[in-house]
């Protein structure tokens, strides 16, 4: 973190802070401490030019949903009004963006990965 150009912090959060799914407010309710924790970090290293943030992707297809049903995923993407699943490509773009030079005066904020899912 002391590095002359400042460090990088990024933490990886849910989207359940924008959405809520009933049976997972326990989820919800860490995911939004994790966020809070974030943004409070933000402000510590921030002198020395170390910057804080969190991405927040949505769902994205892994091999541990091989087993579901046919329709599931087809269930998941007519909710993102983008038509589309994100991939984990999208979410790493996102994280990258925030590591190095485009990152250099972005500090406490979240960005949100997910195709604007929580709209729906």
Same mark, same amino acid.
């Given at each position: 973190?002391? @590095? ?39 402000? &510590?290293?921030? %002198? &020395? ?20 049903? %046919? ?9 993102? %009004? ?21 990152? @250099?005066?972005?500090?406490? &904020? ?11």
């Amino acid at each position: 973190m002391r @590095a002359a150009g400042g460090g990088r912090v990024v933490m990886m959060g849910s989207d359940l802070t924008q959405r809520t799914d009933v049976r997972w407010s326990a989820c919800s309710a860490a995911a939004a401490a994790q966020l809070t924790l974030a943004f409070t970090w933000a402000r &510590e290293p921030a %002198p &020395e030019r170390n910057t804080v943030n969190a991405v927040v992707p949505g769902r994205i297809p892994a091999q541990r949903h091989a087993g579901l049903a %046919p329709g599931f995923l087809v269930g998941w993407t007519d909710r993102v %009004p983008l038509r589309q699943l994100r991939t984990s490509a999208t979410v790493a773009f996102g994280t990258g963006w925030l590591t190095f030079a485009g990152g @250099a005066f972005i500090t406490g &904020e979240q960005i949100t990965v997910h195709g604007e899912h929580g709209l729906t």
